[in-house]
C-alpha cells in the first residue's frame, strides 16, 4: 500500500515543546533586559510576556540574576570559533573568524545587551566576572589554542589572541564608548583585512626578533 505524502507530520514531543519554551523565554527575556535595564525588569512581567506561570519561571531560573546570566549566555553562545580550512592559510581563517564576530556583534540583540552592560556595570559588581568569564570561555581561549595550533603565537598566545580581538573589536568598542555608528558588512569586511594583515605582520616580527636574539 502506498504511503499517503499528505499524512500530517509527527507530533512534537513534550521535551521539544519545553525546551522551545525556554528559548522563546531567554529571548523575550533579552528584549526585556534591553529594552528596560537590568534594575526595571521584574520576574513577573518577564513571565507574563513569555506565557508562563511565575512557578514555571521560578523553576527554571532561580531569580533574576539567574535568569540574567542565562540570556548572556545564550548569547555568547552564538560567538563564532576560529575554524580550520585545509584550502585556506591561517590568514584566511582568521579573516573569516573577524568577519563573523563583527556581524554578530552588530546584531541588535548582541550589541544591546553589550551596552546595558556597559551602561550598568557600575551599579552591579556581578557584571564584571560573568563579562570576563564570557570573553575568556568563549572568545580567547579558542582563539588562543587556534594561533598555538597554527604555529602563529608559539609562546604568549593569551596576550596575543587578546591583543587580535581587541583590534578586530575595535569598531564595536568605538560604538559603545563614544557613540559611533556600527559598520555596515563592507566596512567591517575592509576594518577585518587590515587588523588580521598587521597583526600578522606584528607576530612576525615578533618571532624573527626572538629567533635572532
Keep these: 500500500m502506498k504511503a499517503d505524502s499528505s499524512a500530517a507530520p509527527a507530533p512534537i514531543g513534550r521535551a521539544d515543546q519545553t525546551l522551545a519554551k525556554k528559548r522563546r523565554l531567554l529571548q523575550i527575556a533579552r528584549e526585556e533586559f534591553i529594552r528596560q535595564g537590568y534594575r526595571a525588569v521584574t520576574m513577573d512581567a518577564i513571565a507574563q510576556a513569555a506565557g508562563v506561570s511565575k512557578r ?10 539567574a535568569l540574567f546570566r542565562a540570556c ?13 580550512s585545509d584550502a585556506a592559510e591561517p590568514e584566511a581563517d582568521l579573516r573569516a573568524f573577524g568577519v563573523a564576530l563583527l556581524q554578530e556583534f552588530t546584531r541588535p540583540s548582541t550589541i544591546g545587551m553589550a ?4 551602561r ?8 564584571g566576572p560573568l563579562i570576563r568569564q564570557s570573553r575568556d570561555d568563549f572568545l580567547a581561549r579558542p582563539l588562543a589554542d587556534y594561533l598555538v595550533r597554527t ?8 596576550s596575543a589572541a587578546m591583543l587580535l580581538l581587541s583590534m578586530l ?6 560604538a559603545l564608548l563614544v557613540d559611533d555608528a556600527l559598520p555596515d558588512e563592507q ?3 575592509l576594518h577585518v583585512e587590515m587588523a588580521v594583515r598587521t597583526f600578522m605582520r606584528g607576530t612576525e616580527r615578533v618571532a624573527n626578533a626572538a629567533a635572532a636574539a
Excluded at 120 to 127: G, I, L, M, V, Y
Excluded at 169 to 174: D, G, R, S, T
Design 56 to 65: 514555571t519561571l521560578y523553576l527554571w531560573h532561580e531569580d533574576k540574576a
Design 72 to 84: 548572556l549566555n545564550a548569547g555568547v553562545e552564538r560567538f563564532p570559533l576560529p575554524q580550520f
Design 115 to 118: 551596552r546595558l552592560l556597559m
Design 120 to 127: 550598568e556595570a557600575h551599579e552591579f559588581s556581578e557584571f
Design 151 to 158: 604555529a602563529i603565537a608559539k609562546r604568549d598566545s593569551g
Design 169 to 174: 573589536l575595535a569598531p564595536i568598542h568605538n
Design 187 to 189: 566596512q567591517c569586511r
